[in-house]
């Protein structure tokens, strides 16, 4: 199976504190995408980091990734209530199809 | 910014019964769109790419005369579960790729169906 793996499975933490999530895959990938899912819903596009790309911010959101390791972290600062979800990690494979993979996924539970 | 349509979002049928669920492509053209299914708690697993115009490429282990897959137009794929059983029931979701807005990949909102 092509499918990567995430840990951990579940995180549960306060308000304002951070969130990390790491996310392994196991062939070469062109980008590495970090997806949302709130119960039952389709998933929100996130943050994509390319292959020759080691970090990437956007506003909250910290993404590193490391190709020789084949691992990604997707880093939530000052996380809220709100944050809670599903997160998952997805990796773009190459050739005529361009499919996206995803990661086995971490449910987040930011309380109040 | 890309929208994906997913109809219907919920759906109840008859064990042997046939389900269609339709993504459209709202505001671009997508030549490929992408068919997942997901069980309670756990992650999207891809089920087949849709192209237009011609055949779906399945994943293995995907059933393709259970998983009709069907792209006539840029805009609408869909896929009918035929003599559906209630081990079908699951979250559908599709997906498809707006070239134009870069590398990011627009999904519906799921089809949550239920086979009793």
């Known amino acids: 199976s092509q499918q990567g793996e995430e840990d951990p499975q579940a995180l549960s933490i306060q308000e304002g504190e951070n969130a990390t999530m790491n996310c392994s895959y196991k062939?070469?990938?062109?980008?590495l995408q970090w997806y949302r899912q709130n119960s039952g819903r389709g998933l929100v596009h996130l943050i994509l980091?390319?292959?020759?790309?080691r970090e990437k911010h956007s506003g909250r959101l910290r993404v590193t990734l490391d190709t020789s390791k084949k691992s990604s972290s997707l880093l939530i600062t000052a996380s809220r209530a709100a944050d809670t979800a599903s997160y998952f990690c997805?990796?773009?494979?190459?050739?005529?199809?361009?499919?996206?993979?995803f990661g086995t996924g971490t449910l987040l539970a930011v309380q109040p | 910014g890309a929208v994906v349509s997913q109809h219907p979002s919920w759906v109840i049928c008859k064990s042997g019964t046939s389900v269609k669920i339709e993504c459209r492509s709202l505001?671009?053209?997508?030549?490929?769109m992408f068919w997942y299914r997901q069980f309670p708690k756990q992650s999207l697993m891809l089920m087949a790419t849709?192209?237009?115009?011609?055949?779906?490429?399945?994943e293995q282990g995907v059933e393709k005369d259970k998983f009709l897959i069907n792209h006539a137009s840029l805009t609408l794929s869909t896929l009918t579960v035929t003599s559906a059983h209630p081990e079908d029931s699951s979250f559908y979701i599709c997906?498809?790729?707006?070239?134009?807005?870069?590398?990011?990949?627009?999904f519906g909102s799921g089809t949550r169906l239920t086979v009793v």
């Open positions: 980091i390319r292959s020759n790309e």
């Open positions: 505001d671009f053209q997508a030549t490929t």
């Open positions: 062939t070469s990938i062109n980008n």
């Open positions: 997805a990796t773009r494979y190459g050739g005529a199809t361009n499919k996206l993979i």
């Open positions: 997906s498809a790729r707006d070239q134009k807005v870069g590398y990011g990949y627009t």
């Open positions: 849709s192209n237009e115009g011609s055949k779906a490429t399945y």
